[in-house]
């Protein structure tokens, strides 16, 4: 697959009534990345750890949030690829995010079938393995 718009969203629990906070998308055309997209409100004034979308707003349902992700996916017409697509497409789904059926591709499926019998697939366990 040589375009594909990697995604990653941030939630604040596994529960998907726990919210969207912050989306990021690149977009890769032959594995260049030509169009990137971030989404996140941050809270005025938050002076906490800002991970698993603390210290941002909750945009599930913010019309303008959504219309730009659609817009996106409007301009390019290529799969999506989270690392753990059925954690992500619950939550888009869920939110209503995807107007039409994509195309929704697991790297860490991908990975586990081609990297056997690793401790964790996480990402952080990714960026420090070799091969």
């Given at each position: 697959m040589d375009n594909m718009i990697l995604i990653d969203i941030e939630t604040q629990s596994f529960n998907?009534?726990?919210?969207?906070?912050?989306?990021?998308?690149l977009v890769l055309e032959n594995y260049n990345i030509v169009?990137?997209?971030?989404?996140?409100?941050?809270?005025e004034n938050y002076t906490g750890v800002k991970k698993y979308g603390y210290g941002f707003h909750n945009i599930s349902k913010t019309k303008s949030e959504i219309n730009k992700f659609?817009?996106?996916?409007t301009n390019y017409d290529y799969p999506l690829?989270?690392?753990n697509?059925?954690?992500?497409?619950?939550?888009?789904?869920?939110y209503e995010w995807l107007d039409v059926e994509r195309?929704?591709?697991?790297s860490m499926?991908?990975?586990r079938l081609?990297?056997?019998?690793m401790r964790s697939y996480s990402l952080g366990s990714l960026i420090s393995h070799t091969t």
């Open positions: 998907v009534e726990s919210g969207i906070y912050e989306v990021a998308c169009d990137s997209l971030y989404l996140g409100i941050p809270i659609r817009n996106l996916l690829v989270a690392h697509c059925p954690f992500d497409k619950k939550f888009l789904d869920f195309d929704f591709y697991c499926r991908a990975i081609k990297e056997k019998g």
